[in-house]
């Protein structure tokens, strides 16, 4: 697949690295609140799986639109379905299988194909995937960061 190969090789794997992450996170450390602005590692997590539907939209919509607009998607902590983590997994496991089978049976006019976002200067499936990746990871820094750092270090 065009210069995207490496890229979705790397979003197949995030799922299997989140879930070994999740999977040695103990109970009673998914909801610390480490300060009042602060989400919690199961906030961090559930968001991610959250995200995938709307992102698995945006695809679809730019494969079939000649003039796709997208529009900003802006998170709040209210939004958050509260699913248990096994259960998110699994959503967040099948949402990942559409996302790269939507991909990769993408033609070359669809994956050149640029989107109208009134958040970005550039917008298209390529860059989604590449956002996808460096949202997913930011996030999973974030797991750790709550997760392991010391109060006296923790911003």
């Known amino acids: 697949m065009m210069e995207i190969t490496e890229e979705l090789e790397t979003l197949k794997h995030i799922p299997n690295i989140i879930a070994k992450f999740m999977d040695n996170v103990p109970e009673d450390r998914l909801d610390v609140r480490r300060d009042e602005t602060a989400w919690t590692i199961r906030e961090h997590f559930l968001h991610i799986v959250q995200v995938q539907e709307m992102l698995l939209g945006r695809i679809k919509l730019i494969r079939e639109s000649e003039n796709p607009v997208i529009e900003p ?3 709040e902590e209210d939004d958050i379905e509260n699913l248990g983590i096994e259960e998110a997994l699994r959503k967040y496991r099948r949402f990942r299988k559409k996302q790269i089978e939507e991909i990769e049976s993408c033609s070359r006019k669809e994956l050149e194909r640029r989107a109208d976002h009134k958040e970005y200067t550039d917008y298209s499936i390529p860059i989604i995937v590449r956002h996808m990746i460096f949202h997913e990871y930011w996030h999973m ?7 392991y750092t010391k109060d006296g270090f923790f911003r």
Do not use: A, H, K, S
């Open 73 to 75: 998607y802006f998170p």
């Open 141 to 147: 820094y974030r797991l750790e960061e709550i997760l």
